[in-house]
């Protein structure tokens, strides 16, 4: 029977350990809750915000490379075209923090316009 309970608690704290490591949601810069699976938080630790980048994008469409993500906070993915050409596109994306207040929250990056480098 002592052994049975001992059992039992060690199961007992492993749904507390999985609510952990539960991803942190992603919102759009006006607020809004951004729920596509492919966009995951950069920085995995519980309680920091990040940036979010298509991290997981082969669960959702296995043709699009998965992002990079920068250790700047950019978001990073490339296009190789059929004449051997590669573009790299770097991009700012979405945060955790839904007020965007956070310093890790980009927003004053890319926030107009659009530039294209290629390489």
Do not use: E
Request: a neutral charge; one cysteine or more.
């Amino acid at each position: 029977m002592a052994g049975a309970a001992t059992a039992l608690r060690r199961v007992a704290w492993l749904p507390a350990l999985f609510c952990g490591l539960a991803a942190a949601a992603c919102y759009t810069p006006n607020g809004t809750l951004f729920t596509n699976q492919a966009f995951q938080p950069c920085n995995q630790v519980l309680g920091q915000h990040s940036m979010c980048c298509g991290t997981n994008w082969t669960a959702v469409d296995p043709k699009v490379a998965p992002d990079v993500c920068l250790p700047n906070g950019l978001c990073q993915n490339y296009n190789t075209y059929s004449n051997g050409q590669t573009v790299v596109i770097m991009w700012r994306q979405y945060c955790t923090d839904p007020t965007w207040q956070s310093p890790y929250c980009l927003k004053d990056v890319c926030t107009t316009g659009s530039t294209v480098s290629i390489f």
